[in-house]
């Protein structure tokens, strides 16, 4: 099974609505999927009761001691992906969900303000010697700031493609409990959002084909 982890001390950058998101897109190209909220604030089961469908499940984690066995449960009964959404925090839950994930996606806003305050993330990330990436989310549709953006993260590490755009349709399928992909399947957010999941996805099978033993010693 793999673990992505939706992870950044900077409320408001996308953690929740990429998670979602991404479940929701891996699940349409046949992926047995689960969705892991550990956050109190409830985003995730907010939109899972506004959800007919049942997939992907939600599982709640509340305390740092839940997330290996919670992992090794969902690993036995077959699930493929788990993608945790995190608080806006990097506290003992989010560190414990950093170690124990394969990838840890980082969104930010195309800000100075954005990006810096997601280094403690990053620093956290580094010293647990988990792979990451940055998404960059909520990005103007037109206009300039994204290419200096673009530019620092690159320079700091992995950056996701492609960016995400500030969009009505994610806002409206999280409150529709449904997946951007669901929601508005011709969108341009939709069409963003199945090529995050299709850029994710070679990664994930990249540490398939060369291994993530030294990896998981952390967790
Ligand atoms: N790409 C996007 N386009 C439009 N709205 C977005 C986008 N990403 C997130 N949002 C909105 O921004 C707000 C914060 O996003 P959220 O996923 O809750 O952030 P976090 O979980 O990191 O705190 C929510 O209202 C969400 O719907
Ligand atoms: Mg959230």
Redesign the pocket.
């Known amino acids: 099974m793999h673990v992505l982890a939706?992870v950044?001390q900077?409320?408001?950058?996308?953690?929740?609505?990429?998670?979602?998101g991404l479940a929701v897109a891996a699940m349409q190209s046949a992926e047995r999927v689960a969705l892991v909220e550990a956050?109190a604030?409830g985003?995730i089961s907010k939109w899972k009761a506004r959800r007919e469908n049942p997939y992907p499940c939600v599982e709640r984690a509340t305390d740092p001691a839940e997330i290996e066995p919670l992992l090794a449960r969902l690993s036995a009964e077959g699930v493929w992906l788990a993608i945790i959404?995190t608080a806006?925090t990097t506290n003992s839950l989010a560190m414990r969900v950093i170690a124990c994930a394969d990838l840890c996606l980082i969104?930010a806003r195309p800000s100075p303000a954005d990006i810096e305050a997601a280094i403690p993330t990053l620093i956290a990330i580094r010293r647990l010697n988990r792979r990451f990436a940055f998404v960059l989310?909520?990005?103007p549709t037109r206009g300039c700031r994204l290419s200096e953006a673009a530019t620092s993260l690159s320079s700091i590490g992995a950056l996701a493609l492609p960016f995400?755009?500030?969009?009505?349709?994610?806002?409206d399928a999280?409150g529709a409990g449904l997946g951007v992909t669901e929601f508005a399947p011709a969108g341009r957010?939709s069409d963003e959002i199945g090529s995050l999941w299709g850029w994710i996805a070679g990664h994930l099978e990249e540490l398939d084909d060369h291994g993530k033993g030294t990896l998981k010693e952390a967790c």
């Open positions: 939706l950044t900077k409320g408001g950058s996308g953690k929740s609505t990429l998670s979602v956050d604030q985003t959404d806006a969104p989310n909520q990005t995400i755009a500030q969009r009505n349709d994610h806002q999280l957010a």
